[in-house]
């Protein structure tokens, strides 16, 4: 307890010393112009840096686990929780199938009579 009293009591304390305040508002144009060209130029290598050490690595790990937890079955189950859910509103899914079935019948209904019909002529 009288460690965190004394850590308070140095960080209230701390922006009124000297050495807390080391920054100097420019005096003149130029010197402001300095100071943003200098900020200006430190500030894509700045980027790139919290990019590639830190956002990146969170975001790759963060895809990895949801991946891992999709394929461990997480998807298979939302996948028939979701057929569950059209299945109850209504809505089904096309089965392919016999969609492809379907279709490749007409196209050998229609074949036929094509071919009826130049042999009638």
């Given at each position: 307890?009288?460690?965190?009293?004394?850590?308070?009591?140095?960080?209230?304390m701390?922006?009124?010393?000297?050495?807390?305040?080391?920054?100097?508002?420019?005096?003149?144009?130029?010197?402001?112009?300095?100071?943003?060209?200098?900020?200006?130029?430190?500030?894509?290598?700045?980027?790139?840096?919290?990019?590639?050490?830190?956002?990146?690595?969170?975001?790759?790990n963060?895809?990895?686990?949801?991946?891992?937890?999709?394929?461990?079955?997480?998807?298979?189950?939302?996948?028939?929780?979701?057929?569950?859910?059209?299945?109850?509103?209504?809505?089904?899914?096309?089965?392919?199938?016999?969609?492809?079935?379907?279709?490749?019948?007409?196209?050998?209904?229609?074949?036929?009579?094509?071919?009826?019909?130049?042999?009638?002529?």
């Amino acid at each position: 307890m009288k460690t965190l009293i004394a850590l308070l009591i140095v960080s209230l304390m701390l922006p009124t010393l000297s050495l807390a305040q080391t920054t100097q508002v420019p005096q003149t144009i130029g010197e402001a112009q300095t100071i943003g060209l200098g900020i200006l130029q430190k500030l894509p290598n700045a980027i790139k840096d919290v990019w590639q050490n830190q956002a990146l690595p969170i975001w790759l790990n963060m895809w990895s686990w949801t991946k891992s937890t999709w394929q461990g079955g997480t998807g298979q189950e939302v996948s028939g929780l979701w057929d569950k859910v059209l299945n109850w509103v209504g809505l089904q899914k096309p089965d392919l199938k016999q969609e492809l079935q379907k279709k490749s019948e007409e196209t050998q209904k229609d074949l036929w009579s094509r071919i009826s019909d130049l042999i009638n002529k």
